[in-house]
C-alpha cells in the first residue's frame, strides 16, 4: 500500500496550511493514521495521529493550532494547519498502519513528504 501527500508549500508566519494523504487503494482496512516531520539536521517526529476509533492526539508544539482528519471511506488522513510558525518548517510525512484486503498482508506505509516553508 503506497501513500501519496500533498499540500505542502511557502507560507508566512501566521497563515495555514492544509496537507492532505491518499492510500494507494481502497481494498485496505487502516487502523492508525498520522502525519510526522522533520526539520533540517533534526530527528522525524510526530504531529499528530488518529486512531481507527477517532481517538487523536497531538504534539504540544501543534495543539490548538493543528487538527488531524480522516476519511474511512476515501482511506485519506489530512493535516489542517493554522498560525503557522517559521519553526513549523519541516518536510511533512504521512504514515498508515493496516492491513490490505485483498492480500491480508498487513501494511505500515509512509508517504514520500511534502515540505513546509514558514517565514517570518
Known amino acids: 500500500v503506497q501513500l501519496q501527500a500533498s499540500g505542502g508549500g511557502s507560507v508566512q508566519a501566521g497563515g495555514s496550511l492544509r496537507l492532505s494523504c491518499a492510500a494507494s487503494?481502497?481494498?485496505?482496512?487502516?487502523?492508525?493514521m498520522a502525519w510526522y516531520r522533520q526539520a533540517a539536521g533534526k530527528q522525524r517526529e510526530v504531529v499528530a495521529r488518529?486512531?481507527?476509533?477517532?481517538?487523536?492526539d497531538y504534539a504540544n508544539s501543534v495543539k490548538d493550532r493543528f487538527t488531524i482528519s480522516r476519511d474511512n471511506v476515501k482511506k485519506m488522513v489530512f493535516l489542517q494547519m493554522e498560525t503557522l510558525k517559521p519553526e513549523d518548517t519541516a518536510v511533512y510525512y504521512c504514515n498508515a498502519d493496516g492491513v490490505d484486503l485483498r492480500t491480508t498482508q498487513r501494511f505500515n506505509s509512509w508517504g514520500q513528504g511534502t515540505l513546509v516553508t514558514v517565514s517570518s
Open positions: 487503494s481502497t481494498m485496505i482496512f487502516v487502523n492508525n
Open positions: 488518529v486512531g481507527g476509533a477517532g481517538g487523536t
